[in-house]
């Protein structure tokens, strides 16, 4: 569907392995990924223990409030999908600094090539455009 950033979501989950995500519901003071996403939708996203991590893309799917890891960018694991052992995580909306365009206005605005296209794409998706 499409891809979503949203402020201040996050859940727990006891997953464990090398698979999806299943949410337990939103941590305190926060939306849930339910709130926030419709089913099929893509974000960004980050998973912590407080001593393993993993940032991503990945795909949410309401029925089973699961979160599959679509796309891992980085981790703990030298970029692999983290494979988690028993316990609570914390999984969060985020934006993983890759994602980030950080040229100037006129990277987008020269005369187009693959390069300045792609960065106005991805910077017409983070922005609604």
């Given amino acids: 569907m499409a891809l979503v950033l949203k402020d201040r979501v996050k859940e727990t989950t006891e997953t464990t392995g090398t698979g999806s995500y299943v949410l337990a519901g939103a941590a305190t003071g926060f939306q849930s990924f339910t709130d926030a996403l419709a089913d099929g939708d893509t974000t960004y996203y980050a998973v912590e223990d407080g001593t393993y991590w993993e940032t991503g893309l990945g795909t949410w799917t309401e029925s089973t409030t699961t979160l599959a890891r679509t796309t891992v960018y980085e981790s703990s694991n030298s970029g692999n999908a983290v494979d988690w052992g028993s316990g609570s995580k914390n999984v969060f909306i985020t934006q993983p600094a890759g994602t980030v ?5 006129n990277d987008l605005t020269d005369t ?3 390069a300045t296209t792609g960065k106005a794409i991805a910077m017409a998706i983070v922005f609604g455009g």
């Fill in 101 to 105: 365009f950080s040229g100037s206005y």
């Fill in 112 to 114: 187009p090539s693959s």
